[in-house]
């Protein structure tokens, strides 16, 4: 197999990851434990909270879950940010590797 062929294979193997990748990212996952459950995106973002009624003060509830996906949306958000800074002078040229 020559180089150019090798080279076009390649650009449509990245073509189909990335397309695969923005399909992920748009799909959303449910966890589960007892009285909660979240739903999240493909890109790890926390999407919504559900936590319930009988778990806490129902006054309270909306409050705690709002503030419950800020947290974990800012702690994965730092995730991203220090795996960038230390992996990324391994994958240079292929960004969204980690």
């Avoid at 399909?23 to 459950?37: L, N, P, Q, R």
Wanted: no cysteine; charged share 35%; aromatic share 4%.
């Amino acid at each position: 197999m020559n180089i150019q062929a090798m080279m076009k294979q390649a650009q449509k193997l990245q073509s189909d990851m990335m397309n695969e990748k923005e399909k992920i990212d748009t799909m959303e996952f449910e966890g589960k434990a007892s009285s909660v459950s979240v739903i999240m995106n493909g890109k790890k973002e926390l999407l919504k909270i559900s936590i319930a009624d009988e778990a806490v003060d129902v006054e309270e509830k909306e409050m705690l879950e709002d503030m419950i996906v800020i947290a974990v949306n800012d702690a994965l958000k730092k995730i991203d940010k220090e795996t960038e800074e230390k992996l990324g002078k391994y994958t240079k040229g292929l960004p969204g590797l980690f």
